[in-house]
């Protein structure tokens, strides 16, 4: 049976599946209290390399949130400019 439960952080709603619970019964790990998206978050704030940060594209210079770290040398291009620039140039 499906469980819903109320993120405690989002205060979303979100739902634990049958197989979840399945698994974490096995490993004796009980039912998370975060939503998959803030459990994802969570996961990716605690690496470095993979903390989120404000940026501006290259091309248009719009404001993005990117995991590149600040050290990272390769230039930062939000969605549309990346499949028009960069997409383009490796398709021709």
């Known amino acids: 049976m499906t469980v819903t439960k109320t993120c405690v952080k989002c205060n979303k709603q979100f739902e634990i599946t049958d197989l ?3 698994i974490r019964d ?3 790990a009980p039912l ?3 939503c998959p998206f803030c459990r994802t978050k969570e996961r990716y704030n605690k690496l470095p390399m993979y903390g989120f940060r404000k ?3 290259v091309y248009c210079k719009k404001e993005i ?3 590149v770290p600040e050290t990272e040398t390769r230039p ?3 969605k549309s400019c ?4 960069f997409l383009s ?4």
């Open 65 to 67: 949130v990117t995991s």
């Open 76 to 78: 930062i291009a939000c």
């Open 89 to 92: 140039e490796i398709n021709t």
């Open 26 to 28: 096995k490993v004796n």
């Open 55 to 57: 940026a501006r594209c």
């Open 20 to 22: 979840e619970q399945e």
């Open 82 to 85: 990346y499949r028009t620039h």
């Open 32 to 34: 998370p209290e975060l």
